[in-house]
């Protein structure tokens, strides 16, 4: 079942510009993953965030978590044409190993 | 070798066909799943193994039979399959049930 809501559902930016999708959830969860996809090929992980963490980067990826309200921020700084994808958060529950993925935000970069 | 390879990477095949997908991890991961992804969906996950057993069946209709020969290979027997199961199937492995590594995925055409 799909636990994840994500907003928007696409992004138009310019290279060079930030992009921030959105990922809200409805239960309480154990970690908070990202995941990206270019068109019609496999998912490739970016970050995973447990639940007792606020705030994590890698690269030029920021992502947020906030438990309180059930959402988390990914922030992806100077986009480049190559960061067109559909971005997907994913979530699982404590004692279960499974992923519930969200909607999907889809980003397009303009040269 | 942090790679997961599927094949194949297309395949059509009629209503009254039977055909395979195969999967092949060499990272020692112990799960290994299958999702089904139609387009502009996220994934949904069909079958979970566990150290070679199967372990989640999410009420995945019997015409896909899983199989996992050894700790490496998983397949996706298909047996009468109906035109609406058409969609990208992924592979995924993982060591510690959180983090999945996916292969590119094989996109099925049912006619």
């Known amino acids: 079942s799909q636990q994840g809501e994500e907003d928007p559902q696409a992004l138009s930016i310019q290279e060079g510009e930030n992009a921030t999708m959105n990922c809200s959830y409805k239960?309480?969860?154990?970690?908070l993953q990202w995941y990206r996809q270019n068109s019609g090929r496999g998912l490739v992980h970016l970050i995973l965030?447990?639940?007792?963490?606020r705030e994590k980067h890698s690269g030029r990826l920021r992502v947020t978590l906030d438990t309180s309200k059930k959402s988390s921020s990914l922030l992806i700084t100077a986009s480049r044409a190559a960061d067109t994808a559909s971005y997907f958060c994913?979530?699982?529950?404590?004692?279960?190993?499974?992923?519930?993925f969200g909607a999907g935000t889809t980003v397009t970069v303009r040269a | 070798d942090t790679e997961v390879t599927q094949t194949p990477k297309h395949l059509v095949m009629g209503m009254t066909n039977k055909k395979s997908l195969k999967c092949e991890q060499h990272?020692?991961?112990?799960?290994m799943y299958w999702y089904k992804q139609k387009a502009k969906k996220p994934p949904e996950l069909m079958f979970v193994?566990?150290?070679?057993?199967?372990?989640i069946n999410e009420s995945v209709p019997s015409r896909f039979s899983p199989e996992c020969p050894n700790s490496s290979l998983l397949n996706l027997h298909l047996h009468a399959l109906q035109p609406e199961d058409s969609a990208l199937y992924l592979c995924?492995?993982?060591?510690?049930?959180?983090?999945?590594?996916f292969g590119p995925g094989t996109r099925l055409t049912v006619t």
């Open positions: 995924a492995s993982s060591q510690d049930y959180y983090e999945q590594y």
């Open positions: 239960t309480s969860i154990n970690n």
């Open positions: 965030i447990r639940s007792n963490e």
């Open positions: 994913a979530t699982d529950l404590p004692n279960d190993y499974k992923l519930s």
């Open positions: 990272m020692g991961h112990r799960a």
């Open positions: 193994y566990s150290y070679e057993k199967l372990s």
